[in-house]
């Protein structure tokens, strides 16, 4: 409970560089986890079935692993920028929380740091 304060100020703060300062080592560094995460996730018939289910459910179709990788590939600095701006900056955000919470900031202190340049 006694961290909570410094808790929300971290998460706004990384939350608030996604609009501001993004860089190209760190998209590089996401796409490549991120490729590496779907490879290994699948391993076996089940996931690749649910995988077939969902690319079929979100695109109507099977996607190939080269399309997918050249996807994420095409991600870069202002891709992550303008989605950031769009969902992050100035939006209202969402806030869920249990137990000792008498330490975590008000919901204007949130909002606030989704417009602030202070970061």
Known sequence: PDSLDDLAHVIMYEISKLIYRVT????????????SSLQLHIDGTSPVAEDIGRQLLTYGRR????????????????????????????????????GPIQTLPDYNWFRRRTYWLRY
């Open 24 to 35: 190209e080592a760190d998209v590089t560094r996401a796409c490549n986890q991120l490729k």
């Open 63 to 98: 996607i190939p692993a080269a399309e997918l990788f050249a996807r994420i590939d095409a991600v870069n600095v202002a891709t992550v920028n303008r989605v950031a701006n769009r969902f992050i900056f100035d939006r209202d955000v969402a806030i869920a929380a249990m």
